[in-house]
């Protein structure tokens, strides 16, 4: 699998992509910034990618966060 040499910027925010990997080719995707409430992190890119970018982090910062009660329960 190769991976992708674009990479999007703040100067990109807004602007509609068109891009395609394997699985096909998506059009008039826009590029936007999303940022995790939990930690902060911020990430520009199609708003496919964002919603993977928000989702991987929803998911983590939720087992992050059941990890430190089952800790707390313990002690
Ligand atoms: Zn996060």
């Known amino acids: 699998m190769e991976e992708s040499t674009v990479r999007y ?4 925010i807004g602007q509609i992509a068109e891009h395609s ?3 096909g080719t998506t059009y008039d995707d826009r590029i936007v910034l999303v940022y995790c409430q939990a930690c902060g992190a911020r ?3 199609p ?5 993977g970018f928000l989702g991987g982090h929803e998911m983590f910062h939720t087992w992050e966060f059941k990890m430190e009660i089952e800790n707390t329960m313990e002690a």
Not at 47 to 51: L, N, V
């Open 9 to 12: 910027t703040e100067k990109d």
């Open 21 to 23: 990997d394997e699985r």
């Open 43 to 45: 990430f520009i890119g």
């Open 47 to 51: 708003i496919r990618e964002a919603g």
